[in-house]
T-cell receptor, first 115, second 112 residues
Framework: NAGVTQTPKFRILKIGQSMTLQCAQDMNHNYMYWYRQDPGMGLKLIYYSVGAGITDKGEVPNGYNVSRSTTEDFPLRLELAAPSQTSVYFC??????????????FGPGTRLTVT | KQEVTQIPAALSVPEGENLVLNCSFTDSAIYNLQWFRQDPGKGLTSLLLIQSSQREQTSGRLNASLDKSSGRSTLYIAASQPGDSATYLCAVPEGGSEKLVFGKGTKLTVNP
């Protein structure tokens, strides 16, 4: 099992450029999440998905878009990158069962710098 | 709105010591609580998941307790080792939702 994988590991973008962060999981989890982590600020939820074709905003969705066409993949799109989007991005997944959620599993992260 | 606080923000101990990390949350209507470990430059690794019906969960030298009514959880690490050095985060769901709210973590350093 690969678990949750993310690509790329590192990326430098110029202001105004766009890119897609890739995330995939092979655990057949129905829920997937995107977080950003900034020093001293903790993890903030950007977007999440409860299943293929269904996505919803988290706490900090501005400047990002997502799609979920399959159970396995949940890409995060950055349009018109800004320096405020410099951060470490984590993808996670979990499984809903009767009575609640199992653990959330995290990918290794993508470190993004916008200059 | 759920808020999660972790105290202390940083902790440095000598190898072999037993230690306790604290997590408090404002909304006690949770169905579980999760403890994670994060090594520098890495993702989060799940350590323990405690369901709301449980009071404790153990994994090796780690023991996590949950007191929903007081909005508190503790992570007990026995016989600490330098390899335990990392940041430890706790997370609880926002209301009854699928969204987790994270504390800012406790950075643990275990000195040989």
């Amino acid at each position: 099992n690969a678990g949750v994988t993310q690509t790329p590991k590192f990326r430098i973008l110029k202001i105004g450029q766009s890119m897609t962060l890739q995330c995939a999981q092979d655990m057949n989890h129905n829920y997937m999440y995107w977080y950003r982590q900034d020093p001293g600020m903790g993890l903030k939820l950007i977007y999440y998905s409860v299943g293929a074709g269904i996505t919803d905003k988290g706490e900090v969705p501005n400047g990002y878009n997502v799609s979920r066409s399959t159970t396995e993949d949940f890409p995060l799109r950055l349009e018109l990158a800004a320096p405020s989007q410099t951060s470490v991005y984590f993808c996670a997944s979990s499984y809903w069962r009767t009575g609640g959620f199992d653990e959330q599993y995290f990918g290794p992260g993508t470190r993004l710098t916008v200059t | 709105k759920q808020e999660v606080t972790q105290i202390p923000a940083a902790l440095s101990v000598p190898e072999g010591e037993n230690l306790v990390l604290n997590c408090s949350f404002t909304d006690s209507a949770i169905y579980n609580l999760q403890w994670f470990r994060q090594d520098p430059g890495k993702g989060l690794t799940s350590l323990l998941l405690i369901q709301s019906s449980q009071r404790e969960q153990t994994s090796g030298r780690l023991n996590a307790s949950l007191d929903k009514s007081s909005g508190r959880s503790t992570l007990y690490i026995a016989a600490s080792q330098p390899g335990d050095s990392a940041t430890y985060l706790c997370a609880v769901p926002e209301g009854g939702s699928e969204k987790l709210v994270f504390g800012k973590g406790t950075k643990l350093t275990v000195n040989p």
